[in-house]
């Protein structure tokens, strides 16, 4: 990954000091041209990219990234992108799921909460489902469901 792709997917503006990473940023602090530029990352060649840019863009509220997401978790290409930083199993289902309970959180501030609800449901319904075999940890999701 060049340098100008990992500063796109992985930069956090210094002004942005409350947010540890591009994930977490404000909707406010996340320029339209940089959005643009991250949906075209989702064309990539490179696998590793296309995840990262889907796994962003979902964290920011943005329908296409989602929808990239659904579909290499459907295809069953989420797998080894990331691990687990202490024992070392692949965590990369708990980082989509993270990205899609902030996707529904965004579309929940804009007023699509019931929305984005059902639209995350099935994905979420199938890394649950994943989860009885895997060892990803996805008690953080419990309070979504009640």
């Known amino acids: 990954m060049n340098k100008e792709i990992s500063v ?3 930069d956090v503006p210094t002004h ?3 947010a540890c990473d591009a994930t977490d940023l404000d909707p406010e602090d996340i320029p339209e041209d940089r ?3 991250v949906i075209n990352l989702l064309n990539s060649s ?4 296309v995840f990262e840019a889907a796994k962003l863009l979902t964290n920011w509220g943005q329908s296409s990234g989602f929808d990239a997401l659904v579909n290499l978790l459907n295809e069953n290409k989420l797998v080894g992108y990331i691990d687990h930083r202490l024992h070392g199993y692949d965590d990369t289902l708990q980082h989509v799921l993270r990205a899609f309970v902030r996707y529904w959180a965004f579309q929940a501030d804009l007023g699509f909460g019931e929305q984005a609800r059902i639209k995350i449901f099935h994905p979420i319904q199938k890394i649950i489902e994943i989860s009885n075999t895997e060892p990803f940890d996805i008690s953080r999701l419990f309070w979504l469901i009640d």
């Open 8 to 10: 796109l997917l992985h």
């Open 16 to 18: 942005a000091d409350y």
């Open 35 to 37: 959005i643009e530029q």
């Open 46 to 49: 490179d696998e590793n990219i």
